[in-house]
């Protein structure tokens, strides 16, 4: 089950202008690993929230939390590229 992780401070707009939050979410996987990815969820509620496929692999929760915490505007932009489908 997926876990909400970490909410950035830095919104991300779209071409339209709408504004997304970002927020960060993971979740365990068998092995006891943790994977992580990103979500957007527009302040528009008539926009969908877009999602990353996994963006991280990490030994525990608290390195997804360490993780999240250290993304840059430039990766959340890039992200948010990768969720509306731009880039591959």
């Known amino acids: 089950m997926a876990e909400f992780i970490y909410e950035h401070s830095k919104r991300i707009?779209?071409?339209?202008?709408?504004?997304?939050?970002?927020?960060?979410?993971?979740?365990?996987?068998?092995?006891?690993?943790?994977?992580?990815?990103?979500?957007?969820?527009?302040?528009?509620?008539?926009?969908?929230?877009?999602?990353?496929?996994?963006?991280?692999?990490?030994?525990n929760r608290i390195a997804v939390e360490y993780w999240a915490s250290g993304l840059e505007p430039i990766y959340l932009e890039g992200a948010f590229a990768r969720a509306q489908g731009r880039l591959l």
Not at 14 to 30: K, L, M, Q
Not at 31 to 38: C, F, M, N, Q, R
Not at 39 to 59: A, G, N
């Open 13 to 59: 707009k779209d071409e339209e202008g709408s504004e997304y939050v970002v927020r960060i979410y993971g979740r365990e996987r068998i092995d006891g690993t943790w994977e992580g990815w990103l979500e957007f969820h527009p302040t528009d509620e008539h926009k969908p929230v877009l999602r990353t496929e996994q963006e991280t692999s990490q030994p």
